[in-house]
C-alpha cells in the first residue's frame, strides 16, 4: 500500500531492487492526461475497498502517449496525499494548489506566473532538491546570475535579503527583520485556507472499532469545499482537522532530530517529538518559522519504550487492515523487520511539526507589525526574544515606555556624541 507513494515500480517485498532503472516509475511524475496513479502490487484485504471507490480505469496508451515536464498535479499526487489523504500531514500542500488562484499562492497562480512545483524543487539527474529532510532555513549562496538555474533554497534565493521596496521607513524596518524572520512567517498568515482541511490528531487507539465485526467510517466533517472528510475510520482510527488557522511559531535553524524505529525514548516525558525542531534565538543560523503541529496517538512497544511497525496491509491473517488486531499486526511488523519486540503493547502521544513554506499570500494580505508587536501577538509565546508593544501584566505599559526611552536615549547620546565631535573639528580648524 505504501507503494503507492513511496520510490518504485513493483515493490512487493524486501527482494525488491532499488538500482535497477527499470523499477522506476516513470509515468508518475510525468503523465499529462491527470488519470494515471499507482496501484497497490498486492490486493490487500476487503477491508481497503474503500480506498478505491470511484478510482477509474487508466487508460495506459493514452497515458503513455501524454508524457511531459512534472506538473502541480503529478507532485501533489503523492504531496497532496500524504498520509492517506488530502492535506492530512502538510498544512500548506492539497489538492486546492492543482489549479490556485492568486490569493492562495502568488506563484502558483494558475492565471499568473503559473510555477510549477520544478520552478523551485529543481532536479540534476532527477535527484530533487528541496527535501524536508534535509532542509535549509537561511540561504547562504545568494540569488545566483540572472538566468542561471541553481537550487533554491529559501525565498531570499530569488528575492535576495533586502526584498521589500525602500518607500518608507516602515518598509526600511521590514529588511532589518530578514536576518531573523523567515519570509514564510509574514507571507503565510494563515494554513490550509484553500478550502481542503488538514489534520491536526489523529488517534490510533481507537482503530479497529467494528460494526458487527465489519469495518466501518464516519464522515462528520464538512471543509469549506464542500466535501465531507472521515472522521473516524475502523482502519485508521478518529482524526480531527482545522482550516485557514495560524501557524505555530519556532526558531529554526534547518535541522531537526528524528525519532526513528531504533530510538529508545522515555515514555514519561509526552508527548514523545517525532520530530524536534532545533534552533533557538542566540543561534545565528536560525530564523523564526511558521509550523502546523500534528498530535498522534500511536502504538508503541511499553517495556522497549521505542516506536513500532504495524503491519497494515496484506492479504495473510495478520494483516491489521482486515483483522482489525493490533497486537497480531504489531507482532508480524517486528517479526517481518526483524526488531526486537517485548509484546507489551501500548499507545504514547506524540507530536510532529511540518515547516510551512507554500500558499504564499498577496502582499496586501501579509502580516502587518500590530500581528506581532501587541499583546497576546503572534510571538507571544517565543522563546528568547523581546517583543516591543507585545509584553503583558500590570507594567506592561511602563516596560514599552522605558524600552523607547532607551532607545532614545541610544540616538540621543549619538547624535550628541557626533555633534561635540563635530564642534570640537571646527574650533580646532580656528585655531
Not at 9 to 36: A, M, P, S
Not at 192 to 199: F, I, K, L, Q, S
Not at 302 to 308: C, D, G, I, P, R
Not at 386 to 401: A, K, L, Q, W
Amino acid at each position: 500500500m505504501c507503494a503507492q507513494c513511496h520510490a518504485g515500480y513493483g515493490w512487493k517485498d524486501e527482494n525488491f531492487d532499488f538500482t535497477n532503472q527499470e523499477n522506476i516509475d516513470c509515468l508518475v511524475c510525468h503523465d499529462r492526461t491527470r488519470t494515471y496513479y499507482k496501484t497497490p502490487n498486492t490486493k490487500g484485504s476487503e477491508a481497503c475497498a474503500i480506498m478505491f471507490e470511484n478510482k477509474p480505469l487508466i487508460d495506459y496508451v493514452k497515458v503513455a502517449q501524454s508524457v511531459g515536464l512534472p506538473g502541480r498535479e503529478n507532485c501533489g499526487s503523492c504531496h497532496f496525499n500524504g498520509g492517506g489523504g488530502d492535506g492530512v500531514k502538510h498544512g500548506d500542500l492539497d489538492s486546492s494548489l492543482i489549479e490556485p488562484g492568486k490569493q492562495l499562492d502568488v506563484h502558483m497562480d494558475a492565471k499568473g506566473l503559473n510555477f510549477a512545483c520544478t520552478k523551485c524543487h529543481i532536479s540534476d539527474k532527477h535527484i530533487v532538491s528541496g527535501s524536508r529532510y534535509d532542509m535549509v532555513a537561511k540561504d547562504t549562496v545568494g540569488t545566483g546570475k540572472p538566468g542561471e538555474r541553481r537550487d533554491v533554497a529559501t525565498c531570499e534565493s530569488c528575492h535576495g535579503t533586502r526584498p521589500h521596496k525602500l518607500q518608507s521607513f516602515a518598509t526600511m524596518k521590514l529588511n532589518d527583520h530578514t536576518d531573523r524572520i523567515a519570509c514564510q512567517t509574514c507571507h503565510i498568515p494563515t494554513i490550509a485556507r484553500g478550502g481542503v482541511a488538514t489534520m491536526v490528531d489523529w488517534d490510533w487507539r481507537t482503530a479497529g472499532r467494528t460494526k458487527n465485526g465489519v469495518g466501518f467510517h464516519e464522515e462528520n466533517y464538512t471543509q469549506r469545499n464542500g466535501e465531507k472528510r472521515a472522521t473516524f475510520k475502523s482502519i485508521k482510527g478518529n482524526f480531527t482537522y482545522n482550516e485557514d488557522f495560524k501557524p505555530d511559531y519556532m526558531w529554526f535553524n534547518g535541522r531537526m532530530d528524528y525519532t526513528t524505529i531504533h530510538t529508545r525514548f522515555n515514555s514519561k516525558v509526552q508527548p514523545v517529538p517525532i520530530n524536534a525542531v532545533r534552533g533557538e534565538a542566540t543561534d545565528s543560523g536560525a530564523r523564526i518559522w511558521p509550523f502546523k503541529v500534528m498530535h498522534t496517538v500511536m502504538p508503541y512497544d511499553v517495556k522497549n519504550e521505542t516506536l513500532v511497525y504495524t503491519h497494515l496491509w496484506g492479504e495473510d491473517k495478520a494483516a491489521f487492515w482486515g483483522n482489525y488486531n493490533f497486537k497480531e499486526a504489531v507482532a508480524k511488523g517486528m517479526q517481518d523487520a526483524k526488531l526486537p519486540y517485548s509484546g507489551e503493547l501500548g499507545f504514547i502521544p506524540t507530536v510532529s511539526y511540518w515547516p510551512i513554506t507554500h500558499m504564499v499570500a498577496p502582499k496586501t494580505a501579509a502580516l502587518t507589525c500590530d500581528n506581532c508587536h501587541a499583546a497576546n501577538g503572534r510571538l507571544q509565546k517565543l522563546a528568547g526574544v523581546y517583543m516591543p508593544g507585545g509584553v503583558t501584566g500590570p507594567f506592561s505599559r511602563y516596560v514599552d515606555i522605558l524600552g523607547i526611552l532607551m532607545v532614545l536615549a541610544g540616538i540621543g547620546g549619538v547624535a550628541a556624541h557626533g555633534g561635540l565631535r563635530l564642534l570640537g573639528g571646527y574650533w580646532r580648524g580656528r585655531s
